[in-house]
């Protein structure tokens, strides 16, 4: 109800014929505009108990929350899929760092725990030396991607930590001794335990998929577009952990980048469905292991529909109990 005062307005006998017509059946919203001109009416609101407002804006303001609150009351109940998993096995990477209090899990052991929940990854191996590299590059088959393999090193494309389509034999070793030469000059105190030699996977959108653990409210899921795109655009989302699978779509929808995944101008979509599974392995995952306080898959490659999506590069941060 808006009333704006006229000459012959009389705003308290205005508002006690709306409390008068208040049945409870629905509820009133009362707009009295006019300033000092309209107290009196205002005050007989107050003393019926139907709320006022000092513009229309603010009420219906208050109306849209009402409606979004009751659209939520009816919501279906909430189901949060539990994926058969090998736990037991990511069990034992967790406590095996745990013990030696390496509380950042590189990338050769988160994948393993990602492996028992059932994602995707490319067959990797980790190499010691120019020579394990050039060895572990035949066995996966070529083309190989070679990646630093350094608890200190959090961001590898920053210092020359990544190596691409590496081709044959001569291309790893090139790659190798360049790769130690640059982070040995950037990073002289980082320690290094040899790199991660992994089969190219095939190319597709990249997208981060993480988490990080608040102190008040837990788990928090994050998703974005991934590579460098997160660091420039900053376009992420976040939803507390444990997570449905209409959860896991409304997080992607809420991002800006969204229409670009959906597809532009003639590129295909890529597959909404595995990336929402995968948000939900990884609130299974650290639901069920409070150890880890922070994680990220990033990139995780998302196909198209039809093809299988890949855990690219994944990292995994213990709790510190010391």
Known sequence: VILTPQAMTQPAETARGIAA????????????MGGQNVMPGREELVASGLPDYESPERAVAALRAMCDYAAWLRRPPRVVTRFPVNRRRADRIIQRHLKTR???IG??????????YDFTVQPGQLAATAAEAVEAAGKLGYPIVMKIASPDVIHK????G???NLNSPTAVLD???????RIGARMPD????????????ESGREVILGMVRDPQFGPMLMFGLGGIFVEVMKDVTFHIAPITQDEARQMLESTKSFALLKGVRGQAGVDFDAIATSLQRISQLVTDFPEIVEMDINPFIVAPPGRISVAADARITLKDSA
């Open 102 to 104: 390496e509380y950042e």
């Open 175 to 181: 790659a190798y001794d360049l790769m130690m030469m």
């Open 190 to 201: 980082a320690r290094i335990h040899g790199v991660y030699v992994e089969k190219m996977c």
């Open 107 to 116: 990338e050769a052991s988160a994948k393993d725990i990602l492996r028992a």
């Open 157 to 160: 494309s920053d210092v020359g």
């Open 21 to 32: 017509c208040n049945r409870r059946s629905k509820p009133i919203l009362v707009s009295f």
């Open 162 to 164: 990544v190596k691409l």
